[in-house]
């Protein structure tokens, strides 16, 4: 809890910024609902598809995971598999040069530390050592540790996508020019942990549906009223 302390701290108008939440959370849950905790996948099949999805879209990223379930019939066997056929086979996900390697390595290492091909221990971890564990690992960062934390084991941290990235900018959780990495830490002092699922499932959805990159659909949006951006445009008069 400390860390988050520090982080409030250091954040300008960070009062104002959380306050934000409760209203924002509540529009995006009559919107989109409240969705329930599901494992989405086994842990260690999920730090392999963050990896697969780093700087691709979902649907690469998928073509190149299913490729792997296909083609091995373990994590072991992809593990010490020739390093140009795990290249090829994941080809579809892009970046397979520089996946491919990673992936075997992520797998290697979790061998050697741990005698096995499973990161199950995590779940009994303190958050905090959990999280930098994972991201000891050669091409794991926030986003990832965040993501297998959160959906594969259910524990209180918030992952930072592109969308919650765009959205939580816009509408001014965080400061302007906070990149992906710091967000992390910001946001899961603004969101109430046991909300860290709902609420960031629900940001990507709008994200996708309403509050896109590309010309956001402010007059389909419920959270005008709270949204640094739409703000800013008015005043702007565009």
């Known amino acids: 809890m400390a860390e988050k302390k520090n982080i409030t701290e250091t954040i300008p108008d960070f009062a104002a910024r959380q306050a934000k939440y409760a209203p924002v959370a509540v529009l995006l849950r009559e919107r989109y609902g409240y969705p329930a905790w599901r494992q989405h996948l086994l842990p260690l099949d999920e730090l392999v598809n963050c990896i ?3 700087s691709t879209s979902d649907t690469n990223r998928d073509k190149g995971y299913d490729a792997l379930l296909v083609r091995y019939p373990t994590w072991e066997v992809v593990r010490d598999a020739d390093p140009e056929e795990v ?14 390697p990673r ?13 096995e091909l499973s990161i199950d221990f995590l779940n009994d971890l303190p958050l905090d050592d959990a999280r930098d564990w994972l991201m000891s690992l050669n091409g794991v960062g926030p986003k990832t540790a965040a993501i297998v ?5 259910n524990r209180p941290a918030f992952p930072v996508d592109t969308h919650i990235h765009r959205v939580s900018q816009r509408i001014g959780f965080l400061p ?8 992390h830490p910001i946001m899961e002092a603004i969101v109430p942990p046991g909300d860290y699922y709902a609420f960031h499932l629900n ?7 309403v509050c896109r990159a590309r010309q956001p659909n402010c007059d389909a949006c419920p959270l005008t009223a709270y949204c640094d951006y739409y703000k800013n ?5 565009s």
């Open 87 to 100: 290249i090829e086979t994941i080809r579809p996900a892009g970046l397979a040069n520089q996946k491919g």
């Open 103 to 115: 992936i075997q390595e992520v797998l290697n290492t979790i061998t050697e530390q741990r005698g």
């Open 176 to 183: 302007p020019k906070t990149n992906a990495e710091k967000a």
């Open 203 to 209: 940001v990507i959805e709008h994200g996708r549906k």
């Open 149 to 153: 934390l959160c959906f594969a084991f």
């Open 52 to 54: 697969l999805s780093q």
């Open 233 to 237: 445009d008015r005043e702007n008069g």
